[in-house]
């Protein structure tokens, strides 16, 4: 609105002169070099104004010729950069489609268009990767390593790589360039912590995640640092105990529910002569995770103490958490070494219709110190053979019998879990059977009718009791295993960009069509 009004108020003004100066006519003349032009107003004007047209075409024409060549050139770059940009749009389609003839021709078209620029770089890159050329792919992840724009995508490149071929050292020396030339990079930061943390180097471990704190949640950077803690305190533990010490007490006040962190804070405390706070720390931890190394260290906070006391002491910790098998487990085997049968076998009662691998064996102990009976025992040592699993520390499929900082087989800290080492495999990769019908366990128990007949009745209780709560330690403190959902997928991403193929093939591994026909074989 503002604009009409003002070319209205313009127009005006322009009509307003235009009038002024024809109500009052007058001559002009001009002398110059013996010539004599006389005119109207008028007229002198509209020549004028004509005359600045003529120049401004003129101007315009020079202006047009001079810059030809480089409007042509602009216009030639411009054309050059559409091609270029449907090449690489069209070369990134075949990538992510597995055409590898079509990513090659279109990775060819634009390093001849576009030699040299990012994308085209990532492009050669992508295609040698789903072709299986992994030469290719590093040679392109180095031209973009080289560069200021593209280095910390071509060091991640080469990073994954290095990894590809095994290549550990050079994968380290990769990531920590990459760290060292962009903080912000998490795959860097993250790579350097595992590569120190699985060389033991905890105090290089703890300084790098002092740097990346700010882009880390303080539950998280709590956590890493605690279980960092620990690991260093284990590794001090044979030489330097006061520094062991230190660094285990710093690593409950962050993470009071670490497993590995409480009972060696209780074990060293209770060495050193401080009963009552190691209580606190282990029962603490107690309460969040139960766990027998925390039984064990509890039942030993004072030297010197005879088995009842140490029963006594495992009876009160297991009052904090009534109805959990680890609870009921560590109560028996210090009322057997109590020589407490009775209490053994009240602890135990509940489980005896599933008992799983450790609550026959220390039935089958019973057995042995109560009555001698080596037949009973026996019966125990062959249910044991094929009782449910206990929990163990699992991390990635592997089975410890203590507690490690980071998984042998990922290098991933804090992997560890306290948990039925079956359960945890089933639930990173379910089955694609359907579950099959639950058997009352009551059922198993009947085929043995001899103890049937001396066992007192107990609830039925799966076999798999024990993993309902998520030991503490390093997998955090859950306190159910998820269920496991009966489909898996058939399709894995890649840790690139560009599916896996066999090396040398021409085109990236279909999927075979008897996929389905193995799943039912």
């Not at 409950?252 to 050193?272: I, M, N, Q, S």
């Not at 220390?362 to 080596?374: F, K």
């Not at 019998?401 to 290098?411: A, H, K, M, Q, Y």
Request: glycine fraction near 8%.
């Amino acid at each position: 609105m503002i604009r009409v009004v003002f070319f209205l108020i313009v127009v005006g003004a322009l009509s307003l002169g235009a009038a002024w100066l024809a109500d009052r006519p007058g001559d002009v003349v001009i002398t110059w070099q013996g010539m004599r032009v006389e005119t109207s107003l008028m007229v002198l004007g509209a020549a004028v104004v004509a005359a600045m047209a003529l120049l401004a075409l003129l101007w315009s024409l020079i202006r047009a010729i001079l810059r030809s060549p480089i409007v042509l050139a602009h216009v030639l770059h411009n054309r050059r950069g559409v091609r270029a940009y449907e090449a690489i749009s069209n070369g990134l389609i075949a990538v992510g489609s597995g055409d590898v003839s079509a990513a090659r021709k279109f990775t060819a078209d634009v390093n001849r268009i576009a030699p040299g620029e990012p994308l085209a770089l990532l492009l050669s890159a992508q295609s040698a990767q789903l072709a299986g050329d992994r030469e290719g792919a590093e040679r392109a992840f180095r031209a973009m390593a080289s560069r200021a724009d593209t280095k910390a995508f071509g060091l991640h490149g080469l990073f994954i790589e290095a990894q590809r071929r095994d290549d550990l050292a050079g994968a380290r020396a990769f990531a920590e360039e990459a760290a060292r030339t962009a903080p912000s990079l998490s795959w860097a930061g993250r790579a350097v912590l595992e590569f120190r943390c699985a060389t033991g180097d905890w105090a290089g471990a703890l300084a790098l995640l002092e740097r990346s704190r700010s882009a880390l949640d303080k539950a998280t950077y709590r956590r890493q640092r605690a279980v960092m803690l620990t690991a260093r305190a284990l590794a001090a533990e044979d030489g330097d105990r006061d520094n062991a010490k230190a660094f285990a007490l710093e690593a409950t006040k962050l993470a009071p529910t670490l497993v590995p962190a409480a009972t060696l804070a209780g074990r060293l405390l209770a060495e050193g002569g401080e009963p009552r706070k190691a209580a606190r720390i282990v029962g603490k931890a107690w309460r969040a995770n139960p766990h027998p190394d925390l039984a064990q260290t509890y039942a030993e906070l004072r030297f010197g103490d005879s088995a009842r006391d140490r029963l006594a002491r495992v009876e009160a910790l297991v009052r904090k958490t009534l109805g959990e098998v680890e609870g009921a487990v560590a109560t028996a085997r210090a009322a057997l070494d109590a020589r407490e049968f009775a209490k053994v076998r009240a602890a135990l009662a509940p489980y005896l219709a599933a008992p799983t691998k450790r609550i026959a064996l220390l039935l089958a102990d019973l057995e042995r110190a109560e009555r001698n009976d080596e037949g009973r025992a026996r019966e125990w040592l062959a249910r044991a053979v094929h009782a449910a699993p206990d929990p163990a520390w699992t991390a990635d499929g592997y089975v410890s019998d203590r507690w490690l900082p980071v998984s042998p087989v990922t290098g991933r800290l804090d992997a560890f879990e306290w948990r039925v080492p079956l359960i945890g495999v089933l639930g990173a990769t379910p089955a694609i059977e359907p579950e099959p019908p639950a058997v009352a366990p009551l059922e198993v128990a009947s085929t043995q009718p001899s103890e049937k007949a001396d066992m007192p009745p107990a609830p039925a209780q799966s076999a798999a009791a024990p993993a309902r709560r998520g030991g503490g330690g390093a997998g955090g403190g859950g306190r159910s295993q998820p269920k496991a959902v009966p489909v898996i997928p058939l399709v894995h991403a890649p840790d690139d960009p560009g599916p896996e193929v066999v090396e040398g093939s021409e085109a990236p591994a279909e999927p075979q069509t008897s996929s389905w026909r193995k799943l039912f074989e």
